[in-house]
């Protein structure tokens, strides 16, 4: 082909383009060209590729065979330790192990009967010990009733009769005031106090602590006597009154009043003539009344300012200024009180309930204010399931 004509062979209108695929036809002729001269050579056969074989199955390891579920156990550990707990007639933990194994092994029939019959018993204990406690009160025999009482709540912490026997009728308890540190709790003080950490449920009650409380350092907390506390004192090996007065007077020292008073009382005891011993008591509760004064406490206070004589130091008008506090106190606790019956015939059920905890603020031993609080909170609780 002449080349002139050639070129106006692939020379296009003036105006025109080439479409784009045009560029790409050489390319797909020499590639038909290739493939073409490529059919006349005959492919080697190739060999077919063997996909390797799995290597076979190791046989199960002596621990994958021995292997057993790591909780299988338990159910018979705590089995073991609620029979054990039985037999030392401590009923509620060994229902804590008897309700272990049952979440565990829920279709254990033994760890079921126990449950119920253990439940049964704790019930039974608690009652038998409350009535007991009401037949000590109404002799007057108010300490054998407050231990009678306290045997009800380990038992069952949340028996309400005999918490509202000790915590306002029996408030005269016997007791014994500690400082909380940093870090402690209510199990470590329960623990320190009575060596059973469970009685933990004594010190949250008798200082008004949710039990879930982080206590901080510095608080004062009361904390009642216990007839094993008391069994642990007298355990003491003898010691003589001169002994006695000088821990009394170190323990004064350091500022350990609640346990200078302690042997300072011991000693008064034995011999009621002991002038040194008499002191240290008037010093140690006039300094836990003076302690707990500044820290607003006025009814503790006052309890302890009676504790002393009435020709120490200004005892007398300390005990008429904390009694006419404490009476204007009341006066104001009674009447957030009729605020809070106002708000409640209202139907203003949460401004109620905060007027009758300003009232046990002021006055804890305003038992209507506490009832009144408990039936409002139940009927938020009715109402709140009907909405």
Known sequence: MNPSRQNDFYRLPEGKHPHPSFFRLPWAVLLFVFFLGCATVPPLPKEPVKEAAPPPALPPSAEQVTAKDPFEAFPAKYRAKAIALEQKENWRRALFYWQVVSRLRPDDQESAEKIKTLEARIRSEAEKHFLKGLEHYQKKSLPAARQEFLIVLAYNPDYPQALEYLKYKLNETDLIFYETKEGDTLRKIAGATYHDPDKDFLVAYFNDLPSSDKLKSGLTLRLPILESAAATVAAARPVSSDEMLTKARALLKAKK??????????????????????????????????????????????????????????????????????????????????????????????????????????????????????????????LRKIH
């Open 257 to 382: 009043y609640d346990q200078a008073v302690r042997y300072a009382e011991k000693i008064l005891e034995y011999t009621p003539a002991n002038s040194e011993a008499n002191d240290l008591k008037n010093a140690s509760y006039y300094q836990l009344g003076t302690r707990l004064l500044q820290k607003k406490n006025y009814r503790e206070s006052l309890r302890m300012f009676k504790k002393v004589d009435i020709t120490y130091q200004n005892v007398r008008v300390m005990i008429a200024t904390l009694e006419k506090h404490l009476q204007d106190q009341r006066a104001q606790a009674e009447n957030h009180y009729q605020k809070g019956v106002r708000h409640f015939l209202a139907e203003e059920l949460n401004l109620a309930i905060q007027e009758w905890k300003k009232t046990l603020q002021l006055d804890p031993q305003h038992l209507k204010a506490q009832k009144d609080i408990e039936q409002a909170n139940r009927l938020q609780e009715k």
